[in-house]
Every structure is written in C-alpha cells, then in structure tokens.
C-alpha cells in the first residue's frame, strides 16, 4: 500500500478543488480531516481529503491544503465553513488532530511521514501491508 499527500496550496482557491476532488469521489471518500497547529504565533489549519486506495494499485492519496486557513475554533472562517457544508453534504464529520507545524521538519516529506504515522496508529488509514 502506497499512501501519499498531494498538496494543492495552502487553502485560498485550491480550497475549491479540494472541495470537488470530495465530491467528485464520494463513493471513494473516507475521511475529511482539519489538523490545526501553531506557526510564527498564528492559529492555522491544513484541511485534508482522504481518500480509499485505488483497486487495483493500493495507492491512497490523501489531498491537503496546508497551513493557509486560519484555525476555525480560534477564528471562524469562510473556507472552512465551504469545507464544513461539502462534509455535511457528502455525510462526513470533520476530525480534527492538533499535529505539529510543518517548520518543525527539514524537509516537507518528513512532515507528511509524520502525519501518515499519526493516521495510522489511529487507525484513520490502513497500516503498510
């Protein structure tokens, strides 16, 4: 199983293509995720669409927006609300991780091996097989 983030941006327009990606593969939509986290003092969040893997292949893509919202349970926001109503749509409840900033990292691809840990021993993806 290959599990992978692919980042769109960090949340202005691309918070609309992550928002169709969703819709679009709603029979492949497992989960809709926001991980908040601190940087330069500021509240911010990624929102994250996860998706199941692919039959045959086993990749699982999981679509994030990264640190561009402001965190909604500090300061409600216009996107995020966007990103609730799709999740309310789609019949998905938003979880929602605190995870460390991406800064803390010397390399982006840490960053996203760190997050998929965090994803698997919750069991909110598949463990490698």
């Known amino acids: 199983m290959i599990q992978r983030f692919i980042e769109l941006g960090e949340g202005y327009s691309d918070i609309y293509e992550l928002i169709e990606l969703a819709k679009a593969n709603k029979e492949r939509l497992l989960h809709m995720m926001a991980y908040h986290t601190v940087i330069n003092n500021r509240e911010v969040s990624s ?8 039959t045959p292949g086993d ?3 999981l679509y994030i927006c990264r640190e561009g919202i402001p965190n909604p349970n500090i300061k409600p926001n216009k996107r995020y609300e966007l990103f609730q109503e799709a999740a309310h749509e789609l019949n998905k409840e938003i979880i929602q991780l605190e995870v460390k900033p991406s800064l803390q990292f010397s390399e982006k691809e840490l960053f996203y091996q760190y997050l998929i840990g965090i994803l698997r021993m919750n069991h909110y993806i598949p463990p490698l097989s």
């Open 59 to 61: 990749f699982q893509p």
């Open 47 to 54: 929102l994250v669409v996860v998706l199941k893997p692919t």
